[in-house]
């Protein structure tokens, strides 16, 4: 008789609390899957609405393996060779099966990307999919165009942080970094941004001024992960033509506009979501920012947590601050350790 082998992991045990550290039985790879040895996972906003158990996903089985993303080491493949490092994701908590937040995972072998040497695996986990969501909604559906002028709302979030830094990197005349965080406002322009905006405080007509007041030419082109005010001062100041990539409501459900301001400037309104792109598409957007990533170029504030502080993990996650990495590695006196920046 075959013992099974024990890994650690997080365990949701209670709709709407934190996962508390528990073991699993070592997952076993099928037909086109691979286990992986994770080596970082983020701590992602779908974690926390899956384990609330009030997604529209209904209410997954417990106990279970939280963690929709992840980053680690091929160890057991169906076509993938050992020792590949690779991001992937998982349907933990949308469908039945475990998920990153363990020492160990399996995956579907289509489900995942290769991770470069240079990109060390908490910035791999911390980009993720929302390094996808502003990669395409720059490129794919925002259509940027080099010499063109950004706005990227929300710039203090993971996908605002990305949109900037991609938009320099892909030759933009102007970038405007708008956050209400004054310490993002000051990461924005270290790296790369030529203004920005604060969004506190203040309504449509008076962020609209400010937006304006920041801008040096034309903006063409809006990243918007946030809606309310906000998306709606944003519609006011783009240039005839200009285009709004909606992917995302932190700032509020609804954003209005003019009916004459968009139709006197011919303005484009468009939705993104992840949801939207095939897996090749999505594994060369990734590529693309891990490339970025590797050579210096894209970085996003995290902390680093260990596993065995998880229920801290989530809690912090749940402030919305930064984005949370679990390591399964180590432990630490302190539930957050700050990030190395490459």
């Known amino acids: 008789m075959t013992t099974a082998t024990p890994v650690r992991a997080a365990l949701v045990t209670q709709y709407g609390e934190p996962p508390v550290l528990g073991t699993r039985d070592l997952p076993h790879p099928g037909p086109g899957q691979c286990r992986v040895r994770v080596t970082a996972a983020p701590v992602v906003p779908l974690d926390l609405l899956c384990a609330s158990g009030e997604s529209y996903f209904g209410h997954p089985a417990l106990p279970y393996v939280p963690g929709v993303q992840g980053v680690g080491v091929v160890e057991r493949g169906d076509t993938l060779p050992d020792g590949t490092r690779v991001w992937f994701n998982t349907d933990a908590g949308m469908r039945p099966g475990d998920g990153s937040h363990a020492e160990a995972a399996v995956v579907a072998e289509a489900e995942t990307v290769s991770v470069p040497d240079d990109v060390p ?8 999919l929302s390094a996808v969501a502003a ?6 559906r925002g259509a940027l165009e080099p010499g063109e002028g950004v706005l990227v709302l929300g710039a203090g979030g993971v996908v605002g942080q990305v949109a900037v830094q991609a938009a320099v ?17 000051e990461t924005a322009l270290a790296r790369g941004a030529t203004s920005v905006v604060d969004l506190s405080g203040a309504g449509a007509v008076e962020l609209a001024a400010r937006m304006l007041a920041a801008a040096d030419g034309n903006i063409h082109l809006v990243i918007d992960p946030v809606c309310g005010e906000a998306a709606t001062a944003a519609l006011q100041v783009l ?10 409501a932190s700032g509020g459900p609804i954003a209005s506009f003019s009916s004459a301001a968009v139709r006197s400037k011919s303005l484009d309104v468009r939705g993104y ?7 090749e ?3 060369e957007a990734l590529s693309r920012v891990f490339a970025l990533a590797g050579a210096g170029h894209c970085d996003v504030k995290h902390h680093v947590v260990p596993l ?9 996650a749940a402030q919305g601050e930064e984005r949370v990495v679990v390591v399964p590695t180590g432990t630490s006196d302190s539930a957050t350790v700050p990030s190395e920046q490459p």
């Open 121 to 128: 695996d908490s910035l791999a986990a911390a980009l993720g």
């Open 135 to 140: 990669w395409m909604a720059l490129t794919w």
């Open 169 to 185: 990197a892909l030759g933009a005349g102007q970038v405007i970094a708008a956050t209400r965080r004054t310490s993002a406002r």
């Open 239 to 248: 240039a005839d033509g200009g285009r709004l990539v909606h992917l995302g």
């Open 273 to 279: 979501t992840n949801n939207s792109l095939s897996p």
């Open 281 to 283: 598409q999505r594994a």
């Open 308 to 316: 065995d502080h998880v229920a801290d993990a989530w809690r912090l």
